[in-house]
């Protein structure tokens, strides 16, 4: 019955399983956008540590000051060398997560760290790069004036 209506109407059987093709196309092109997501949210996760880890950096570099008596009032001041050291150390417990790129003081009250790192995605894919070269950039003041 299905045969002889097909061929009255013309129709023929040849774009059968064509709907295969499509699905396995979309779940394909789905699995990539996955892969890119996960790989873009690790890249976001990777940089937000880095930036936890200049943070801390640049806190323990205004940690690092030298005190002073002025006349009656005392004065923290901070110099490079108390900053990089500060900074190098927090960055040695941290054991190879980032390298120090600068550590100083730009007017004696604050430190500022720049840390790097690089980045590895989780999923090899051939849509995302393989390593990306992370910085981050922190500023912190003393807490004495």
């Not at 009032?73 to 050291?85: C, I, K």
Request: hydrophobic share 50%; aromatic share 4%.
């Amino acid at each position: 019955m299905r045969r002889a209506l097909r061929q009255r109407l013309g129709t023929r059987q040849d774009d059968e399983g064509s709907v295969l093709i499509l699905t396995l196309g979309y779940a394909v092109l789905a699995l990539v956008a996955i892969l890119v997501c996960v790989d873009a949210t690790s890249l976001y996760l990777a940089q937000k540590r880095l930036d936890g880890l200049a943070d801390a950096a640049a806190l323990a570099g205004a940690d690092g000051f030298t005190l002073s008596v002025v006349g009656d009032e005392a004065r923290a001041e901070l110099t490079d060398a108390g900053v990089h050291d500060q900074a190098a150390a927090v960055l040695e417990q941290v054991a190879g997560a980032a390298a120090l790129v600068s550590a100083s003081t730009p007017d004696g009250v604050s430190a500022r760290v720049t840390v790097a790192g690089t980045w590895h995605p989780p999923v090899l894919t051939m849509f995302v790069p393989d390593g990306l070269g992370l910085q981050a950039t922190a500023t912190s003041r003393t807490a004495l004036r």
